[in-house]
């Protein structure tokens, strides 16, 4: 009978540790707050343009008014037609039309199989048109 009460009365006790354990966590989870600095939520729009200087004195133009090809539309350009030692210098800008800011990289992927080890490339910020020597 002792042990009866003895287990009884043990159970009981872990039950209401139990039930206080629940209560604390859940209390925990409606009371936790947190504080972050530094984030801001804008609304706004992101229009990104990509620009060209064909050299015809207009300056930058957006490749939407031409073909798309810019390697067509360059100066002197032939489209995809290179070969052996020749030389094509594009210059292209990026604008941001919208009113949220803009951060941007610029990738060029060039692959490996066929003209990659012959392709030269140069990024340079803020060259306008025959700033740069080829």
Known sequence: MKSKKK????????????????AGSTFAWFTDSVTNTGNRVEAGTLKVDLL???????????IDEGSGDIFNE????????????MTQVVYLA???K?????????????????????LQFVVVDGAQYGAVKS
């Open 7 to 22: 287990s009884l009365l043990a159970s009981g006790a872990s039950l209401l540790l139990s039930a206080a354990l629940l």
């Open 52 to 62: 060209m200087d064909k050299g015809d004195g207009k300056g930058y133009q957006s």
């Open 74 to 85: 360059a100066e002197g350009g032939n489209g995809y037609n290179w070969e052996p030692g």
């Open 94 to 96: 990026v604008e941001n």
């Open 98 to 118: 919208g009113t949220l800011s803009l951060k941007y990289n610029i990738r060029l992927d060039i692959l490996e199989d066929g003209l990659a080890e012959a």
